[in-house]
């Protein structure tokens, strides 16, 4: 059971890991995160594999045990994380998520260790596989996006990318910004992003996250000005905004937003070069061999994401910038290489050679099916009330999505997660068999809007 959360994120990988287990005999489902966890009662048991354990997972992790399902899980953002663990852990993890939690799966050494030194681990056992997000930045997998890369270069020819990170102050909605301003002259209230943060903490995040922000507002047209053979391309999260980019492209003719519902990977492959400031594509860049720049017009050790930035060449003044990309654009410089990369990626990241990451997982989700499942069947009883708890939380759901500002509202889940069409799921799916050299088929089935089963 593979539920979506982010589109542009998370579906071609998780898509891959299905055709991966598909050839070793599981059927998937995959779709909408909110569509699947509506339907948990309505299918057979199986390995429910969550993208995170943060609090307010408790819910859907306590339907899940309750029905009988396995439930096993990565952290879809521990490759890229806070600089603080504390604020990883009160933001990311809860004791009573991981507790329920029967599997880990680690990207690297790096995350497996934040996992074993939070303060509630219950020593739930931890797989060092990598992610399969990493599969697709492997360069047996590049053909996968280069039909997509060449359409980039042809619509925008020679450009520069810029991928936001703006979403805790320049969130879809407000309410979803570290701090939302309170009434009159009162305190600033939390909003989604700061739970889990201390005060002090959210209001100097916010801070820092302005400060760059309005940095990258003056960076573009800068960037505009100072190189006019070249197209800048603005990229923002998933969950921002974009109001405020299409300003600028409206007023900036060689400025485009591009705001579509894929990967990143190919405008990554496609870019001549990637600016960001903290962003997990600054990563994802250094794999693709796409040279970096960091513009870090605030440097800080307590807000900055490090690990991109660390493989980035790094930028604190505009003219840095101009500089660095300069010299960039006549292959002068390439990306950032050294020891300390290369030691960077291996601790962060396993399963970048030697078999895929996605196999590696398979092989332990194997090992839970041979030994007869590691959680009991459940009785009619907790079926039944599993069942009543799914009901009455998409109730819930359902009720919350009226309400203005919600991230359950359709459009934002519209906004976050497109969906595809059978055509196009069909087409990937076919793609990535190809490229795998797997013959046998998988049959697609529509279970619902945005929800599809996947079976060999």
Not at 285 to 301: C, E, F, G, K
Not at 331 to 340: A, H, P, Q, S, V
Request: proline share 7%.
């Amino acid at each position: 059971i593979l539920p979506v959360e982010n589109q542009v994120r998370e579906l071609d990988s998780k898509l891959f890991f299905a055709c991966v287990a598909a050839q070793r005999g599981f059927s998937s489902m995959i779709g909408s995160r909110g569509e699947v966890d509506f339907r948990l009662g309505q299918i057979p048991r199986g390995i429910y594999i969550a993208k995170s354990m943060t609090p307010r997972s408790k819910k859907v992790f306590r339907i899940l045990q309750l029905l009988g399902h396995e439930l096993v899980g990565w952290d879809e953002e521990a490759v890229n994380t806070f600089a603080l663990p504390e604020v990883y852990y009160s933001r990311r993890l809860s004791a009573r998520t991981l507790r329920a939690v029967q599997h880990l799966f680690a990207w690297g050494e790096a995350d497996a260790e934040l996992f074993r030194n939070y303060p509630d681990y219950p020593g739930t056992p931890i797989h060092i596989t990598g992610n399969p997000r990493g599969d697709l930045l492997r360069p047996e997998l590049r053909p996968f996006y280069a039909a997509k890369a060449d359409r980039c270069r042809r619509k925008h020819g020679d450009f520069v990318l810029i991928n936001t990170n703006f979403s805790h102050v320049n969130a879809y909605y407000p309410v979803l910004n570290l701090l939302v301003p309170g009434k009159g002259k009162g305190l600033a209230k939390f909003g989604r992003a700061a739970i889990g943060m201390s005060r002090e903490y959210a209001e100097g995040r916010a801070a820092h996250k302005h400060r760059v922000f309005a940095a990258f507002q003056k960076l573009v047209p800068f960037l505009h000005d100072a190189f006019p053979n070249l197209t800048v391309v603005i990229r923002p999260h998933p969950i921002e905004n974009p109001t405020v980019y299409h300003a600028l492209a409206e007023r900036y003719p060689r400025v485009h937003v591009e705001k579509d519902s894929d990967n990143p990977i190919p405008w990554l492959i496609a870019a001549r070069a990637l600016v960001h400031c903290s962003c997990t594509t600054g990563v994802e860049s250094w794999l693709t061999v796409t040279p970096t720049i960091a513009y870090r017009p605030d440097p800080s050790t307590r807000y900055e994401e490090p690990l991109p930035n660390a493989l980035s060449h790094s930028c604190f003044e505009l003219d840095q910038v101009a500089e660095t990309l300069d010299r960039i654009l006549n292959d002068k410089l390439g990306r950032l290489e050294g020891e300390t990369q290369h030691r960077l990626i291996a601790h962060h990241l396993e399963g970048l050679s030697g078999p895929l990451a996605s196999e590696r997982i398979v092989t332990v989700l194997e090992r839970i099916i041979d030994a007869g499942g590691d959680r009991p069947a459940p009785t009619r009883r907790e079926r039944l009330e599993g069942r009543a708890r799914g009901v009455r939380r998409r109730a819930w759901k359902f009720l919350k999505s009226q309400l203005k500002g919600s991230k359950n509202r359709p459009e934002f889940q519209r906004y976050r997660y497109p969906g595809l069409e059978p055509d196009d799921l069909a087409e990937r799916i076919a793609h990535f068999q190809q490229i795998l050299g797997h013959e046998q088929p998988i049959r697609v089935t529509r279970m619902a809007d945005h929800v599809y089963r996947l079976d060999p």
